[in-house]
């Protein structure tokens, strides 16, 4: 059985490492590619937010994958454009990773995380990011209840991404 634990920005020292060893176990991301060699600048980015939540699961002593994110500044939300009207009710949580290690992977384990994440959010809309190449973790996203609302990619090494947003029930 799969241990969820919480985590929030003042436990960012104590759980970055264990983010930035998983991320390296997974073997779709090349090393070499520049964009995925930012990561733990994404880690520190997100986890320096004061509203950053993180849960990690363990299997035993072994992480197994984490979900991360944080609330977005209202009234500056980055996906904004991609919808007309835009939601009256829009405070936004951005999911920013979700990663399961392939061991763990078909096993809900992702579904686990991704819930206890976003568990208990004050905000009306959740929203990520998807690598359009991938359109099997879009389907997964979909499955979840996001809509796909555009592409956009946010760096110039990134990939394009679908934009997906999905009402949750503040």
Not at 77 to 102: G, I
């Amino acid at each position: 059985m799969i241990e969820l634990r919480h985590y929030r920005h003042e436990d960012l020292a104590t759980i970055r490492q264990v983010l930035l060893d998983v991320h390296a176990k997974i073997p779709e991301y090349s090393p070499n590619d520049p964009f995925v060699q930012r990561f733990p600048w994404f880690v520190d980015h997100w986890g320096g937010m004061p509203g950053f939540t993180c849960v990690i699961g363990y299997d035993g002593a072994e992480p197994v994958g984490f979900a991360y994110g944080g609330p977005l500044t209202e009234g500056r939300e980055w996906w904004r454009d991609h919808l007309d009207p835009f939601p009256e009710k829009s405070q936004t949580y951005a999911v920013s990773e979700v990663m399961v290690r392939p061991e763990w992977r078909k096993t809900g384990t992702a579904d686990r995380l991704h819930e206890a994440l976003l568990e208990k959010r004050d905000e009306h809309l959740a929203v990520l990011l998807v690598d359009t190449t991938h359109p099997k973790v879009q389907s997964v996203y979909e499955s979840w209840g996001y809509n796909r609302v555009g592409e956009r990619q946010p760096f110039a090494d990134s990939p394009v991404f679908a934009v997906m947003v999905k009402a949750l029930p503040a």
